[in-house]
């Protein structure tokens, strides 16, 4: 089982960037999918969750409105669209399963996930 997370880099405030978090070894479609981030100092934060059966989202509130979540079950990915980008949404992104998709959001202590993929940095800054 290998998640790999790209898409990552430099952008303005306001810009956008498409995380994909691809999959190797297992089918995606059968499992929810995180992301969480984590900037340098602070603890690692849950940021978007798509569930299994039912691709139900999630986000946390700091990214609603902006950030969309969604998978390719044909390419075997999930991805995360991040929109108006802010200078506080600056940190290493990383995808996750399987996950709790409650948990991601709600526990900020939630330490559930099974398989962790390289993370991919986001830097927002004029």
């Known amino acids: 089982v290998q998640l790999q997370a790209s898409g990552g880099g430099l952008v303005q405030p306001g810009g956008s960037l498409r995380l994909s978090c691809a999959a190797s070894g297992f089918t995606m479609d059968y499992y929810a999918i995180g992301w969480f981030r984590q900037a340098p100092g602070k603890e690692r934060e849950g940021v978007s969750c798509i569930s299994s059966s039912d691709d139900i989202t999630y986000y946390t509130d700091s990214v609603k409105g902006r950030f969309t979540i969604s998978r390719d079950n044909a390419k075997n990915t999930v991805y995360l669209q991040m929109n108006r980008l802010k200078p506080e949404d600056t940190a290493v992104y990383y995808c996750?399963?399987?996950?709790?998709?409650?948990?991601?959001?709600?526990?900020?202590?939630?330490?559930?996930?099974?398989?962790w993929g390289r993370g991919t940095q986001v830097t927002v800054s004029s």
């Open positions: 996750a399963t399987p996950v709790d998709c409650v948990g991601v959001i709600y526990d900020p202590n939630y330490n559930g996930a099974g398989n």
